[in-house]
């Protein structure tokens, strides 16, 4: 790909503007300038690379704008990369950063094959994503409403003698509390109110996943991973939406590095330091997995939900579910029996879940994208 036949295109992509530089092979970098972001800007660009070299790639780092840029160069037939900006190498004596420079180092960075690319999906994909991310987020806002609730009737002195577990008959506790204050009961009914409006969200928006999953080439993978302890219709649909086709992972460590699942370490000579888990890769698998770790605190056993969820999954798939679960309860046990922090342990299973989910996937065949 390095050679004089190749011009190397490097986009600093913003909102209102585009810094591009480019290179033919190992010649000298040239900056063009902001370009504009409008599709005739671009398609100008292009014709413009295209009379350097017969060639032309291009990289900008993954960013709020999204994919439209990626899918536009690719639909006019130009190879066009999506960096990861966190691991883009950095001088740490450069004090000077300018969107010229970046594309100059984008450049320089492509043709001496520096760059990780992240996974771009395609479009039906990436729709079914926004709308697992529009649950997530009403979850966020859910909790967070709960909390300043929470947080009003302590700082009241009011307290629930039952379990807060936000059910029917806390609920109902709720809605029948009254402060003597007038204002601070308007206070309390807005809060509430909130709840109930987020929680109403919340439904309704797993009921639209339900209904459009069936309709998703990921469906039978989804399915699936329901085999598996601890993973629900919520968490498979979550975990698969973010990671995408995990028949990209070449093996399971790639899959749990991509969730930042895996030690960070820090090493030098025969000095070895392993830290906290490295959090470099998808926050909201990551998060979903964590939860689903915390099932396997108790003894193996198949309970009626997850033998309803059996039902019509093929039994190599049943079989590795139930491996799992033997092996991640006792691994859960034995590291509680060493004396392990609770929340290194599920971490720790949430890893190892992780490859079991990268294995089942691998087994279940889906359509083409």
Known sequence: ????????????????????????????????????????????????????????????????????????????????????????????????????????????????????????????????????????????????????????????????????????????WLSRFTFPEVWSQLAFEEHRRSVEDRLTQCQRLEQVLRDAAPDWRFYPVIQALQALRGVQFTVAVGVISEAGDLSRFDNPRQLMAWLGLVPSERSSGASVKKGGITKAGNSVARKLLIEAAWSYRYIAKVSPIIQKRHEGLPKPIIDRAWDAQLRLCRRFRKLILQGKNRNVVVTAVARELAGFIWDIARRTPVAAA
């Open 1 to 172: 790909m390095a050679n004089d036949n190749t011009v190397f295109v490097g986009l600093d992509v913003h909102k209102e503007s585009i810094v591009a530089a480019y290179s033919v092979g190992f010649g000298e970098v040239s900056s063009i300038g902001s370009i504009g972001v409008l599709e005739r800007d671009i398609e100008r660009l292009c014709k413009r690379m295209q009379s350097k070299a017969s060639n032309v790639v291009f990289v900008y780092e993954a960013g709020p704008c999204g994919y439209g840029l990626q899918r536009q160069l690719s639909r006019a037939g130009f190879a066009c990369h999506v960096c990861a900006p966190s691991l883009i190498a950095k001088k740490a004596g450069d004090r000077v950063k300018t969107d010229r420079r970046d594309a100059e180092k984008l450049v320089k960075a492509l043709r001496s094959g520096d760059l990780s690319f992240v996974h771009v999906p395609d479009e039906r994909d990436e729709a079914f994503r926004d709308l697992v991310r529009a649950w997530s987020g009403a979850k966020e806002d859910l909790k967070q409403a709960k909390q300043r609730l929470k947080s009003f009737l302590l700082v009241h002195g009011v307290r629930y003698t039952g379990s807060a577990d936000w059910r029917e008959a806390h609920r109902r």
